[in-house]
């Protein structure tokens, strides 16, 4: 059947109860579940939406909506159980805004997204918006070049801070932290740097491990890449443990990074159907290739998931899924509907182990 790059975002609440968000045309709709896996109830949350939305929930089940209207401000919805607010959060409007992100930890909230400078060609500069519960501050993460494609960014909370990894432009990744208690961001940090050009981009922590995934291109052909990544507390720097190529050479897309019952897992699409490759220790080594037979079969998408009582046995950001109105994860769990793909091995060199 059909891959759908449409952006769907799934969230578990407190309650055990789940909401999904997608974008429809100019609208952004709200699909509240009433049992484990359908959804029959819908609200149209805005109907000016221009291009980008994010969402978050807190920990008392508070559902938060960002997106960017399309007047070119930006707007916050916050839908608590018995009232819904709605904030203006820009003065005047600003230029279209590229991967918009939130992120929600008690009263401090985190805005992040990329706008094009308008006085540099090809050129983009990632704006984060803080939060602290009284009052708004704006940072300039860093500004980027926009060469084939404009790549995302990947946020994920660390130790009370936030931690964000982003192109420098289509052949290097940096991370860098933001630190709450000193309000301040520590300077960027250069992890992947190869002449190869780069696609996408997901990132997970488990516990002092992150776990760092792309696509790159070998020869014409993308190819699948996993970083494992060290954090030195001493030394506050990060250390590339690991570095290899995980799918054949060929059209793989849209990685997502996983981890699951013990296994880390990086998914992917290729040629309309979901493949995956499991670890089974933090990433040092990795099981056969998998190809998931459902989804030959149906039409699916890549969530993005959001839960409110993350756990350290299921961790992600992103996945595919079938579509609404039976929602079902797909590429990673029990194998009894994947088939192994036979691995083709080649001479790429590959960063050792230290």
Known sequence: ?????????????????????????????????????????????????????????????????????????????????????????????????????????????????????????????????????????????????????????????????????????????NLRRFRNKNLEWEDKFNIVNTENHKVFLDMIKHKDIIHLTYCEFIDGNLVIRYNKILYDKYNKQYIKHKSEYISNEGSPAYPNIIFYEDKLWITWVELNKVVSRYSDNQGDSWDSIYEWSESGEIDFVRYKYINANPSDNIILKYSFGSIYPEVRFIGFGPLENAVEVPIKKKGHNIFPRI
């Open 1 to 173: 059947m059909t891959f759908f790059t449409d952006k769907w975002t799934i969230a578990e609440l407190a309650s055990n109860n789940m909401v999904l968000v997608r974008k429809s045309k100019t609208n952004i709709l709200l699909e509240k579940v009433v049992s484990e896996v359908s959804f029959d109830s819908r609200e149209v949350v805005t109907k000016d939406i221009l291009e980008e939305y994010d969402m978050e929930i807190d920990e008392l089940n508070n559902i938060y909506i960002l997106y960017q209207n399309t007047e070119g401000h930006l707007i916050l919805n916050i839908l608590r159980s018995k009232k819904k607010e709605e904030v203006k959060l820009t003065a005047e409007p600003i230029s279209e805004v590229f991967d918009l992100n939130i992120i929600v930890e008690g009263k401090e909230i985190h805005i992040l997204y990329m706008i094009e400078v308008q006085t540099k060609e090809n050129q983009y500069r990632i704006n984060h918006h803080y939060y602290d519960g009284t009052k708004w501050s704006t940072y300039g993460v860093d500004e980027i070049t926009r060469e084939k494609v404009l790549n995302p960014i990947r946020i994920i909370k660390l130790e009370g801070d936030i931690l964000i990894s982003y192109y420098s432009n289509d052949r290097e990744i």
